[in-house]
């Protein structure tokens, strides 16, 4: 498997050619996207406005008009509805007129309520200039259980699930691809697979029943768009914990025969979402760390957008959103925390055409439905700080207000990032062959440390190889950059000193790195104050995105005065690899350093900033300009 998004950076071109490409790529990337720019970058669920008339709840005076109107007074203009039921049975109560299921959907075995249910809902979404996310079969189990087939089966030739569900497709199509509201057609909704195809279909065999139902309404109009909305990460019913690449590979099997990719995305597994921001606000109250090699949403994000951009794809996020129980306050007060729901939202819009908030419904239907009354974004209650949090926050974005604080490009893809021009390079692994400067006051004057550096391995390393050397006398205070305990690694990692001894470390969190392959990492110690307690960890980023987070049992100490600090190795060894723009940072950098950190930016913040220069010289380009010493087979080198 090879996957150029994940943190391999091969564009060999210069950051001045590309950068204003980069940011426009990003913004309008996919051939999809031409169609669904006329969506506003945050658009509402309202699921149950189809199921609400064919029910027989309220009526046209009463709930639906609050409803939309609120949709329409954020600004947004796209609403996800589900154009059908969502329990076997009822397609046969509510839905046709049959005794029996119908292998294919037509007027004559629709019941006349159920056609004017859909009628009704897509002409109120037009009297307000909305446009439907018209989403059918809501249910993987509905249809396929009252054919008495199961998942593994329903989707493969020959199933009169299937046979069904490209009938209904039709039918929508036929009906409303002309209609003022008609946005696109989604395929049911988060559908699980299991690659054994023992309790569910297969990737590929989903993927092809996707096909099989963008090819008939294609024969419609070649105009309608088709997607599916799936979770993120897709689940597999095996339970395995996917990787970060096995969940890119997968959504491109899944959406190989679709128009766009469109994800749903949660906060509960991703907890950790205001590493980036000066807010320190986390979206649970726990630091949980996710299982898969990226953390946070604004990571997975940012993955999911490099993904759509490699593939000329759009991309729209489903679902999103924050319930009651996640946005209690740090403190522990019980009453809304609107800084959670504006930092959820910053990890997820900048990244999407348009996402669609989970849920718009009146509080009575929720409480029916289960656990949606923790979701519930109810516009008739008139005193309800969720509904006016969302309200504020939507408005930002849809009208593009408080540009750089609500609303953002976001970060220009991985793909389009390029290397360093000029590096330094060792090559061979002789003891004392390095670069070394003497630390000063400046260097000692830190309260969490922070290492920025681009680096490209030549071989393999060796068992706890040193690469960079900050620590004081007997190892105590400062940190170091390791290879891991192990022969052979492709990877490394940072240990942390206290005065008396390991704060920590950030052991086997990296990926094994390409041999020959540049990459950016940031690595930095934090201590910040969470629940009134100060917390100490470590933070990584891998190619200008957040990649992890690691607990550390104390705060690393500073570096002291008049000790001697290596990079490119140290007094034992050396090991041979390319290295540039190597960093030390006082203190964490913010998501903008970072990212003028990787086109070769020099901060005024940094202790030093160690550069190979087009003269072939290397130097201390900091403010603090120390004095360095080159030692053995270390040269400058065009990358």
Not at 152 to 169: C, E, F, Q, W
Not at 289 to 317: C, F, H, R, T, W
Request: glycine share 6%.
């Amino acid at each position: 498997m090879t996957l150029d998004i994940n943190y391999n950076i091969t564009n060999p071109r210069k950051v001045d050619q590309i950068l204003e490409s980069a940011i426009e790529d990003l913004q309008a990337t996919a051939s999809s996207d031409s169609l669904l720019k006329k969506f506003r970058p945050v658009g509402f669920n309202y699921y149950s406005l189809v199921s609400e008339i064919i029910y027989g709840v309220g009526n046209l005076s009463t709930i639906r008009p609050a409803q939309l109107q609120y949709i329409k007074d954020t600004g947004a203009n796209l609403v996800r509805v589900a154009f059908g039921v969502y329990d076997g049975p009822s397609l046969l109560s509510r839905v046709h007129n049959t005794a029996e299921m119908p292998l294919g959907v037509n007027d004559s075995n629709l019941r006349p309520t159920f056609i004017a249910a859909c009628d009704l809902a897509m002409d109120s979404l037009a009297s307000y200039g909305l446009y439907c996310h018209v989403n059918i079969v809501w249910g993987q189990d509905t249809v396929s259980g009252m054919f008495s087939e199961t998942k593994a089966n329903s989707v493969l030739p020959g199933a009169k699930t299937r046979d069904y569900t490209i009938s209904m497709a039709e039918w929508i199509c036929n009906r409303y691809k002309d209609h003022p509201a008609f946005g696109y057609l989604s395929i049911g909704n988060e559908y699980v697979t299991d690659e054994a195809a023992i309790t569910a279909p297969t990737s590929a065999q989903l993927s092809e029943f996707f096909t099989a139902i963008v090819a008939a309404v294609k024969e419609i109009s070649a105009k309608i768009l088709v997607t599916a909305d799936i979770s993120s990460p897709p689940v597999n019913l095996t339970r395995t914990k996917p990787t970060v690449e096995q969940t890119i590979d997968k959504f491109r099997a899944l959406y190989k025969g679709l128009d766009f990719y469109c994800l749903h995305m949660y906060n509960d597994d991703y907890s950790f979402t205001g590493h980036q921001s000066a807010e320190a606000v986390s979206v649970a109250q726990n630091v949980i760390y996710s299982p898969l090699g990226y953390e946070g949403v604004e990571s997975l994000m940012q993955a999911y957008k490099d993904m759509a951009v490699a593939d000329n794809k759009a991309l729209i996020i489903g679902e999103f959103g924050i319930n009651e129980n996640n946005e209690v306050s740090d403190s522990g007060n019980t009453h809304y925390d609107t800084k959670k729901k504006r930092r959820f939202f910053k990890s997820v819009i900048p990244y999407a055409t348009s996402s669609l908030v989970w849920n718009v419904q009146d509080t009575t239907q929720a409480v029916t439905a289960g656990n949606q009354n923790i979701w519930c974004i109810d516009p008739a209650i008139t005193a309800n700080k969720r509904k006016d949090d969302f309200m504020s926050i939507c408005k930002a974005y849809n009208y593009g207000k408080q540009v750089g604080t609500e609303v953002g490009a976001g970060n220009p893809s991985r793909k389009l990032l390029v290397a360093p021009e000029f590096s330094i390079r060792l090559p061979n692994r002789t003891a004392g062959h390095n670069v070394r400067m003497t630390s000063t006051a400046a260097h000692a004057s830190s309260n969490g440390y922070s290492v920025a550096f681009w680096i490209k391995l030549d071989a393999v390393l060796n068992n706890a190889e040193t690469l960079m050397d900050l620590r004081g006398a007997g190892n105590l205070s400062g940190l170091t950059v390791l290879a891991l305990l192990q022969a052979n690694a492709q990877s490394f990692y940072l240990d942390g000193r206290y005065a008396s001894g390991s704060a920590g470390n950030t052991l086997n969190t990296l990926p094994d790195f390409a041999l020959g392959d540049w990459n950016h990492v940031v690595i930095s110690t934090v201590t910040r104050t969470i629940n009134a307690v100060p917390v100490s960890y470590a933070e990584i980023w891998l190619n200008g995105i957040y990649w992890q987070t690691v607990n550390m049992t104390a705060a690393v100490a500073t570096i002291p005065n008049g000790t001697t600090l290596y990079v490119m190795g140290n007094s034992g060894n050396g090991v041979p690899m390319r290295m540039q723009d190597i960093t030390l940072f006082p203190s964490a950098p913010s998501n903008s350093e970072i990212w003028d950190h990787i086109r070769g930016g020099i901060s005024p913040r940094a202790l030093f900033h160690i550069k190979a220069q087009p003269d072939g010289s290397i130097v201390d380009v900091s403010k603090n300009a120390g004095a360095l010493t080159i030692t053995g087979a270390v040269v400058k080198e065009e990358s």
